[in-house]
């Protein structure tokens, strides 16, 4: 915590017990935990007694004031930390002098100007409560404004209905960019995104998630009309985002394997590509808990993205592109691009543990970054970097890199001429497997990619439709055509016949498994199968020994939805079924119509799934179909949040 931070939670905590909210006990209680650390390395607290900043020498507390230089020249005068007025308009006030007034004054003055609006909230909740009484029972959510600079970490989301709150000892930080050392010989400047106010039609949260269902899992739904968030039963739906989803197209890259956290990417002003934000959102309590102007430095300052340079449409094009962001495999750190320092997309991971952002690397002559990927371990990221994405010639790779999370060790990889670079699996945490794209040969040359910097080696050089791994076994396998063997000119060696190859353990010379064209494949890491595209609706199942699975007719062809607990799967024809069975007995048809998005409780004996704009739930051991909510619009995609 720095002094600022400390300043607005002392002055939150203030409000409180101006407002009645905290007695003079649970005040001096709660303001004696606060301390903050200043740029220079110093101690600083707020004397609960007096309001009087004091400075730690020794074992003593001695009263000063903080260095002018810990305020930041953008840090806005009191007025506007207020949850009702908007940023001051007046023109006339430096920064200066604003920072001059904020030193002058002891921290509890800095209350004062909340009281008006703390006890109107008072009366207002209070009306509002006995309306609530009066109308018998009716729902009330509290509503957690977003239009705030700095937020306590008491939010919904750790706030019951009802519930008293204890006030944190912490804010919500604004991101800190540390400079680290990185692949190129600039240095890294330092970078601190300040926080920002949100639009005002950003929704604001209830606590009714967080009371139906305080420890998850919680449904994700992306509509046309926004995101929502609804208990593992379909009650308590929650709108959490109204502006559309710029980025990722998935949900589940969105969505963090653990933590319950949400990532994405979206336009503030409609059109104006450096109002770019990632937000960050976390469940059940549906707060913001994060939010970075990913587009701040794109040359534009509003209006249509046509007047930006072909500098600024190759940025605003890598920061949507697959693997603009990437969630940790612990879920407690994110990796994104952003342009936040001129019209180069750069690399970046935020840790929320530490409450900490890093830039990865300063990019000024290699292009712009993307395809942002996380070692098995945890330990490291990949990313790749091409000069322009369809502005001028065909996209052109210059360069993969590994870094260390914290910015260390980068390293430039090998990387042949190409338009693409994708990475599809690994060896080992140190060794990655990879495939580079053009427009006239496709998928071609699959390899590793050593994060060390060595040779790589080459598994397949000609032509083929896709791969897929099992990251559980290692085990690889991707598809070649018969267009594939006879039309590609991307290798001077002969191609192979076409079909289905698998490397084991991604090591090793490709085994052919069949002769027959093959047009894709894909993994189903609960069905633990591979899923082969064998032309027109036909898909082969094969197990990770590249051994053929014999499943029911009639939906053998189609990739099901499993439960892992039950055994049970479910498969889901769009515009025709929807079928629930063992993978081993002929399934029992449960519903005629559209069926799409089927989803598994936790236990497995409940299946959630979508009509048309409808959310069904049907339960065992009929698994009876019963409509439990219904969307304004048609739905996108919908995922499980993890707690």
């Known amino acids: 915590m720095n002094p600022i931070e400390l300043l607005q939670t002392y002055r939150y905590l203030t409000a409180r017990r101006l407002a009645g909210e905290l007695d003079d006990a649970a005040f001096q209680a709660a303001a004696k935990q606060l301390s903050a650390v200043d740029s220079a390395g110093r101690q600083w607290r707020i004397a609960p007694e007096s309001g009087a900043w004091q400075c730690k020498t020794g074992r003593r507390w001695v009263e000063d004031v903080p260095e002018e230089d810990d305020l930041p020249p953008d840090f806005p005068p009191p007025e506007e930390f207020t949850e009702s007025s908007p940023p001051s308009s007046d023109k006339n006030q430096s920064p200066a002098t604003v920072k001059k007034v904020m030193r002058s004054l002891p921290p509890w003055a800095l209350a004062i100007p909340a009281l008006p609006v703390t006890l109107i909230l008072v009366v207002v909740g209070l009306i509002l409560w006995g309306s609530v009484l009066i109308a018998g029972g009716m729902r009330a959510g509290l509503i957690i404004p977003h239009n705030v600079y700095f937020t306590p970490t008491i939010t919904a989301q750790n706030a019951q209905l009802g519930e008293k709150v204890t006030p944190s000892a912490t804010i919500t930080p604004t991101s800190t960019v540390t400079a680290t050392p990185t692949p190129t010989v600039t240095a890294t400047p330092t970078f601190t995104p300040r926080a920002t106010r949100l639009p005002s039609s950003t929704p604001t949260i209830s606590p009714l998630l967080s009371s139906l269902a305080p420890n998850g899992p919680w449904l994700l739904v992306s509509a046309q009309d926004g995101l929502w968030a609804a208990a593992a039963n379909g009650d308590g739906l929650t709108l959490l985002e109204s502006q559309k989803i710029a980025a990722p197209e998935s949900l589940s890259v969105a969505v963090s394997p653990a933590g319950g956290r949400i990532a994405y990417v979206v336009y503030q002003e409609e059109g104006n590509a450096r109002s770019l934000a990632l937000r960050v959102l976390s469940l059940p309590g549906g707060g913001l808990e994060a939010e970075f102007p990913i587009g701040s430095g794109l040359g534009t300052q509003g209006g249509p993205l046509a007047p930006v340079d072909a500098a600024g449409v190759d940025a605003v ?150 791969a897929a791994q099992d990251a559980e076994s290692g085990n690889l396998m991707f598809a070649v055509s018969a267009d594939d063997v006879t039309n590609c000119d991307c290798s001077e060696e002969e191609a192979p016949r076409s079909g289905v190859y698998l490397l084991p353990g991604a090591r090793g010379l490709p085994r052919s498994l069949s002769a027959e064209s093959a047009f894709g494949v894909r993994w189903q890491p609960q069905a633990r199968l591979f899923y082969v595209d064998a032309g027109g609706s036909q898909r082969i199942a094969l197990n990770t020994e590249g051994e053929k699975v014999n499943l029911p007719l009639g939906v053998k062809d189609l990739i099901p939805a499993v439960s892992p607990i039950s055994g049970l799967w479910a498969w889901a024809q769009p515009s025709q079924a929807l079928w629930i069975g063992a993978p081993n007995q002929s399934p029992a048809q449960v519903f005629s119509g559209d069926v799409r998005f089927p989803l598994w409780g936790a236990e497995g004996k409940t299946l959630l799934f979508f009509s048309g704009q409808k959310l069904y739930l049907a339960a065992a051991p009929q698994f009876t179909p019963q409509a439990v909510e219904s969307f304004n619009s048609a739905v996108l995609d919908a995922v499980w949040v993890q707690p």
């Open 317 to 466: 094009r890598a920061l949507l592109l697959p693997g603009s962001l990437a969630w940790s495999p612990d879920g407690r750190s994110l990796a994104f691009t952003a342009a936040m320092d001129g019209p180069i997309v750069e690399p970046y991971v935020h840790s929320f543990i530490q409450r900490r952002t890093t830039r990865l690397a300063r990019l000024l002559q290699d292009g712009q970054a993307f395809g942002m990927h996380w070692s098995p371990d945890g330990q490291k990221l990949v990313y790749f970097t091409a000069d322009h994405f369809g502005t001028q010639d065909p996209e052109h790779v210059t360069g993969a890199w590994s870094i260390k999370t914290n910015g260390e060790g980068g390293k430039r990889l090998e990387v042949p001429t190409s338009q693409m670079e994708t990475l599809v699996g690994w060896v080992s945490p140190e060794e990655a497997v990879v495939f580079s794209t053009t427009g006239a040969c496709g998928a071609h040359n699959l390899r590793t990619l050593p994060l060390d910097g060595s040779k790589s080696t080459r598994f397949y050089a000609a032509c083929f439709q896709n």
